[in-house]
């Protein structure tokens, strides 16, 4: 489990509950002081991480407050019962710890009858799981909220009860419990495990012809001017990624943009990368104006089909972060640390 946690604090991004909107003005103060995508910039934000399935419509841009109620409204998903696989959620890299893997549902049922001793049985076992996946399935679209906050380098993630601190020129991190009010501290330097990195080789979408990039009309989202951009590509996946299978793909992305940086590093990937999101999320950096800060992102593969597939996300509740705000990242006083 220490092992498991130790590759969580290298790989996640994370916030606070505190977080409150900030007015435009500050925002764009914040915009104009940072010379680049590479000044020292701190902000703060809410991100709902979601997957469309089966042809689901991404919801209106400018709709945070309404998907992060519709979240907060829907009870508990309870874990699977019998050895069944719940949904899960992974840490990726850098924001992407926010980013939702779900199992997919098709293996769910599939042992049911081998398991069941008699008729009754397995129509009591196909109505549970049918109600389960019929939760999960709402939980997958609603999708979870993630409260961040990134300054000087450091990083804070709050997701329900655990927070993930992260200070990496201190080669520290610290996960609290915020119920148990305990903290555990992990120095990364010395930490005697090994992690070990699957090195096999995946090939990376390629491009069939040229991408088409269309700017959208600018919106106002969460009270912040954004630019938008619509590119439509076609993309061949040489093996199966993510939710994806292997063969030729219609990929739409929709992206806007706030003009304030990003304190993460301009995306280097090329283009066939970022469109590959439907399949895999790669990043959440711009890859229409790189160093500028994502508000809203939805990659749909294949859409207008049955099988279309949406991953998106979609930030609010977004402020500026400067030195009165470096106590979010310590473990307050009154936590017990625990080695």
């Given at each position: 489990m220490k092992s498991l946690i130790i590759i969580l604090a290298k790989a996640a991004l994370l916030s606070t509950s505190a977080l409150s909107a900030a007015s435009g003005q500050d925002l764009a103060r914040a915009g104009a002081a940072a010379n680049g995508a590479q000044a020292q910039v701190g902000i703060a934000f809410d991100q709902i991480d979601r997957v469309l399935l089966r042809g689901q419509v991404p919801p209106p841009v400018d709709s945070f407050a309404a998907d992060a109620a519709r979240i907060a409204s829907l009870p508990p998903l309870k874990a699977a019962k019998h050895g069944g696989r719940a949904a899960v959620q992974t840490v990726g890299n850098m924001l992407l710890g926010a980013a939702m893997n779900?199992?997919?549902l098709?293996?769910?049922?599939?042992?049911i009858a081998s398991r069941a001793a008699n008729a009754a049985e397995e129509a009591a076992e196909r109505h549970y799981w049918e109600e389960h996946n019929a939760a999960l399935m709402r939980f997958i679209s609603a999708g979870t909220?993630?409260?961040f906050a990134l300054y000087h380098g450091w990083s804070r993630s709050e997701q329900k009860h655990e927070v993930t601190i992260l200070k990496p020129e201190e080669g520290l991190s610290f996960i609290l419990?915020?119920?148990k009010r305990t903290a555990q501290v992990i120095d990364l330097r010395t930490a005697p495990e090994t992690i070990e990195v699957d090195t096999a080789a995946t090939l990376p979408p390629a491009l069939v012809g040229e991408p088409e990039t269309t700017p959208l009309p600018e919106m106002t989202i969460g009270g912040l001017p954004a630019r938008g951009y619509r590119t439509n590509a076609t993309i061949e996946l040489h093996n199966?990624?993510?939710w994806c299978a292997a063969g030729r793909h219609i990929v739409t992305q929709v992206e806007y943009i706030v003009d304030m940086p990003d304190p993460q590093p301009p995306a280097t990937e090329v283009?066939?990368?970022g469109l590959?999101?439907?399949?895999?999320p790669a990043s959440t950096v711009s890859y229409r104006e790189p160093g500028r800060f994502v508000l809203y992102r939805a990659t749909s593969t294949d859409p207008d089909t049955p099988k279309a597939i949406t991953m998106m996300f979609e930030r609010g509740n977004v402020r500026p972060l400067n030195q009165k705000d470096a106590s979010l990242f310590s473990v307050p006083p009154a936590f017990t640390k625990e080695q």
């Open positions: 779900f199992v997919p098709g293996g769910i049922i599939g042992g909220i993630t409260h419990d915020t119920e199966a990624i993510g283009a066939a990368r590959g999101d439907g399949c895999q």
